[in-house]
């Protein structure tokens, strides 16, 4: 029987497999802390948002409510009907983005690649605002079917334009603005030109916001996450393989042009159904995979769910500072995360060029 070496004992020791029928995913126990630690701020960020307001509740009230054990009824329906959902929304957003940015900028090899960076979530805005604008009687059920359409189309236009012929990563993400701006263009056209109503709801939305989602907003979100994430992390794999180039991933047995085309619905998926939710919330793609690297490292299957936790914990918290920072007024979230992922663009630009 062969021994095992130290080095090989102690690794082993640090790592776990969890198997799904056919599938496995590798854990580093690190990792495995390290994303419990993400998802413990995310749901202090939910007990923040949901405890402050006019009627403030303490946060360990908060918390029982949550879990039924709290006796005050008008302060369980400020809990669970008015702020729960809201915050909820908030989470599943910004998980989305998150491992909707890991698997883009894994699928391109390129850190500067984001949904909201290459034009999709514009895309998706375009035909949100379209909704909204041109047809104001259209119920909002069909506002994430349009949104959909919008990323699928961009992100089609992308691989068109800048893809389709192993184009460099800095044209991948030029090309990428230059549809964003494009997209922006027609949003504001809409928006200018349609009645003040639909206009007023037109901006609210593309500033990204999670003001006034109740639980018929999480719940049409819902299906979406519980059908792409479970697919994202069976495909983690597949997508390390990629990263090592297409005829290494041949070699190593994998259908390179299926397992990149059912990435690449994944993350346009995930992204166009947050933008259908919460409209333009920028930058969480791009921050919260590099976040998430930096903490638990590149392998993606614990990259995927450290990145979840860290883009709900952004986008969560930045609703938070919304709320907070010039109260009464709120101040929509994807304000708060342009202000902190503009800069943080530019650095991650300023160190592709020099790296």
Not at 6 to 33: H, K, Y
Not at 65 to 91: H, K, M, S, Y
């Amino acid at each position: 029987m062969a021994r095992l070496t130290p080095v090989a004992a102690r690794r082993n020791a640090r790592e776990a497999t969890l198997r799904i029928g056919p599938a496995s995913l590798r854990l580093n126990l690190r990792s495995v802390v390290m994303i419990g630690v993400l998802w413990v701020a995310a749901f202090a960020g939910l007990v923040a948002n949901v405890a402050y307001g006019e009627y403030p509740v303490p946060p360990l009230e908060v918390v029982r409510t949550i879990l039924g054990l709290g006796e005050d009824g008008g302060q369980a329906f400020v809990v669970n009907t008015l702020r729960l959902p809201r915050a909820l929304v908030a989470v599943a957003v910004g998980a989305a983005l998150g491992v909707s940015g890991v698997i883009l900028q894994g699928i391109t090899r390129n850190d500067l690649a984001a949904p909201d960076i290459v034009g999709i979530n514009a895309g998706a805005s375009l035909a949100a605002v379209s909704l909204i604008v041109i047809a104001p009687a259209a119920s909002v059920v069909y506002l994430q079917p349009a949104a959909l359409a919008g990323a699928f189309v961009a992100a089609g236009l992308l691989y068109l334009l800048a893809w389709r012929r192993n184009g460099s990563p800095l044209r991948l993400v030029l090309v990428g603005i230059g549809l964003s701006a494009i997209a922006g263009a027609g949003a504001t056209l809409l928006v200018t030109i349609g009645e003040i109503e639909q206009a007023s709801s037109a901006l609210v939305w593309l500033a990204g916001s999670v003001y006034g989602r109740g639980w018929d907003d999480l719940y049409s979100f819902l299906p979406w996450l519980l059908v792409l994430f479970p697919l994202a992390l069976l495909l983690s794999r597949h997508l390390a393989a990629l990263n090592l180039g297409d005829n290494v991933a041949r070699v190593l047995g994998v259908h390179v042009e299926r397992v990149r085309g059912l990435l690449l619905l994944t993350s346009v998926g995930l992204a166009g159904t947050a933008v259908a939710t919460a409209g333009t919330v920028g930058f969480v793609a791009l921050m919260a995979p590099h976040i998430a690297r930096h903490l638990v490292g590149p392998s993606y299957g614990g990259l995927m769910p450290a990145a979840a936790a860290t883009g709900a914990t952004i986008v969560v918290g930045a609703d938070f500072v919304g709320r907070f920072l010039f109260a009464p007024v709120e101040l929509p979230a994807g304000i708060v995360t342009a202000v902190l992922g503009a800069p943080f663009f530019l650095y991650l630009l300023y160190r592709s060029r020099n790296g």
